[in-house]
């Protein structure tokens, strides 16, 4: 059977059987379109393949946290992984309880700390020595026991992967592990904290096991040795960072990911949290849009410009990444060489670079595949672009579960 998302249905591209030029055609572009039935798939995979390993899944709220989204996760049974208060807001109104939530994050401001530690949360994710003072503080102030873990900097050495390097930036992100051990000692003479887990999250985009595999092996030997001091956790914490496949190239498979992290924690015998954001809405999503206007660019290419690009699908301009874009409905035109670009100020704004499509015409539209993560969730109003409308697809049918900014809603708070 064929996988749930986005295919071509004779010579229609297709959300599981609705064509995404009729989408189109009724809500306008630029609009993000998503599969339910892919997101269920993916999700279910990740579960299922920790088999009886006691385990939960946390998503990342960072990788799409529109509301209908987060709530399809919930009654799929996720808890997540929220990076701020205002992600945590979202999560409750999504329904989830306080202790279905790890909030983690490299900077969490007073305001953010004095509302989360009396929330009782799963725990919070801490990433620094004062950082740890401070929730003490406010516990002791609301009378509350703290739920902490602490996030380690395994620095691991990533050179072997340059966008594991990228991702790690290990001078900003969690405490190394001496710092690590001596935090867990502290925690044990404060009794206003709970030390409930130790953290780890090394990058995003991971396509190959080791670096993942070799993050939960070092967590695994902390944790053995914290055991034998005397320090029990509740479970260990192996953040997110399983990548996708962009371009068609191998990927690892959720039960490759998951049977690494297993087989590197067993002996602890510590149920795994895992905050996967990417793995499991990126592909369940596609930015559809039209093209604006086409000239020509040089003697062999044209510039197709589309009404959307870095306001509404950041990753390009920022990563340079990599996405498919393939038209909703291709004209049988012989193919030609395009630089399909947004219409923001900025050189920058190109959301496909050299590609090859069928012949184009304004007003075709095009889908910008993979882009369920990290899409909508850091799209912006520059150049005063009101953040584009998004659909969910479920069961053969569709509704629009964000309706498109209006300029009144982005002028509403101002003077
Ligand atoms: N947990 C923590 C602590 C994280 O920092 C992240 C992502 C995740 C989990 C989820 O990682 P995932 O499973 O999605 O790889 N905007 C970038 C990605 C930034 C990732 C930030 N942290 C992009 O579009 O590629």
């Not at 205002?86 to 790890?102: C, H, I, N, T």
């Not at 000692?185 to 670096?211: D, K, N």
Request: glycine share 8%; charged share 25%.
């Amino acid at each position: 059977m064929r996988d749930p998302g986005f295919f071509r249905s004779r010579t229609e591209l297709v959300c599981d059987d609705v064509p995404l030029s009729a989408i189109a055609d009724d809500v306008g572009t630029p609009v993000y379109v998503y599969s339910a039935a892919a997101i269920r798939t993916r999700y279910h995979a990740l579960d299922e393949a920790f088999g009886g390993y006691p385990h939960r899944v946390h998503y990342a709220l960072k990788a799409n946290s529109t509301l209908a989204l987060v709530r399809l996760l919930r009654e799929l049974g996720s808890a997540v992984d929220a990076n701020s208060i205002g992600e945590v807001d979202v999560a409750s109104r999504a329904g989830f309880e306080p202790r279905e939530m790890v909030f983690t994050g490299v900077g969490k401001s007073p305001q953010e700390l004095a509302r989360a530690v009396p929330m009782g949360l799963r725990a919070i994710n801490v990433e620094s020595a004062g950082e740890l003072e401070r929730i003490e503080a406010i516990a002791a102030a609301v009378d509350r026991v703290a739920r902490v873990a602490i996030r380690i900097n395994p620095d691991i050495n990533a050179r072997s992967h340059r966008h594991i390097s990228t991702g790690l930036k290990i001078n900003k992100f969690g405490v190394p592990s001496g710092v690590a051990r001596a935090l867990v000692e502290s925690v044990r003479q404060r009794p206003r904290l709970q030390l409930v887990a130790i953290h780890v999250h090394v990058g995003s985009q991971i396509t190959r096991v080791e670096p993942l595999r070799e993050a939960a092996a070092f967590l695994a030997e902390l944790a053995a040795e914290l055991d034998s001091r005397g320090v029990t956790l509740e479970y260990l914490d192996l953040g997110g960072g399983l990548g996708i496949s962009y371009d068609g190239s191998y990927v690892l498979s959720p039960c490759e990911y998951v049977g690494a992290l297993v087989d590197a924690v067993r002996s602890t015998r510590l149920p795994i949290v895992i905050e996967p954001g990417r793995s499991i809405v990126g592909p369940a999503g596609a930015l559809l849009c039209s093209v604006i206007d086409l000239k020509p660019r040089d003697h062999e290419s044209d510039f197709a410009i589309l009404d959307a690009g870095m306001t509404e699908l950041m990753r390009p301009a920022l990563y340079e990444a990599f996405h498919r874009i393939e038209p909703a409905r291709p004209r049988a035109e012989a193919p030609r060489h395009y630089e399909l670009v947004g219409p923001v100020c900025e050189s920058t704004d190109v959301v496909g670079k050299d590609r090859i499509l069928p012949a184009l015409q304004v007003g075709d539209r095009l889908a910008i595949l993979d882009a369920g993560a990290y899409g909508a969730a850091m799209a912006s109003n520059y150049n005063r672009r009101p953040l584009p409308a998004e659909v969910l697809v479920d069961e053969g049918r569709w509704r629009i579960i964000r309706r498109r900014q209006t300029i009144d809603e982005l002028l509403a708070l101002e003077e």
